[in-house]
């Protein structure tokens, strides 16, 4: 069972930035290279938001059209993490921050971290 660990949320100002991490491990037939991650994000009272995606060697990536520009997704498959640079923090990035490891049928969630942005 592959199991993710979301770190690195908290409370920044607006215009302040932040890096996220995704810790995963638990990996038995494939490894963490075969899976494709992404973020995404929850806001209080709103419906999960997709913000970011890389493939499994990291060499490409898409976001949603709300953080691009601001937000960079890496990775570092020597170990097993995934990673969400954001910049320019504006409020309505606030919200619980998910990584999502997929492979073919398979995914897999990480119980969140929360992002707070206020002033």
């Given amino acids: 069972q592959v199991h993710l ?3 690195g949320g908290g409370v920044v100002q607006p215009g302040g ?3 996220l991490s995704c ?5 038995t037939d494939f490894t963490f290279s075969d899976y494709a991650m992404n973020w995404y994000r929850q806001a209080p009272g ?3 938001e997709f913000v970011a995606a890389i493939t499994r060697a ?3 990536s898409i976001y949603g059209d709300s953080v691009k520009g601001r937000f960079t997704i890496s990775r570092d498959n020597a170990k097993n993490e995934m990673y969400l640079k954001m910049n320019s923090l504006k409020f309505e990035d ?3 921050y998910y990584c999502n490891a997929v492979r073919g049928y398979r995914g ?3 119980q969140g971290t929360q992002v707070t942005v206020s002033s």
Avoid: C, H, I, P
């Avoid at 810790?23 to 990996?27: I, K, N, R, T, V």
């Fill in 94 to 96: 606030r919200g619980v």
């Fill in 46 to 48: 709103r419906q999960r």
């Fill in 58 to 60: 990291g060499d490409n």
């Fill in 5 to 7: 660990v979301e770190s």
């Fill in 17 to 19: 930035s932040l890096t």
């Fill in 108 to 110: 897999y969630w990480g």
């Fill in 23 to 27: 810790a995963a491990s638990g990996f």
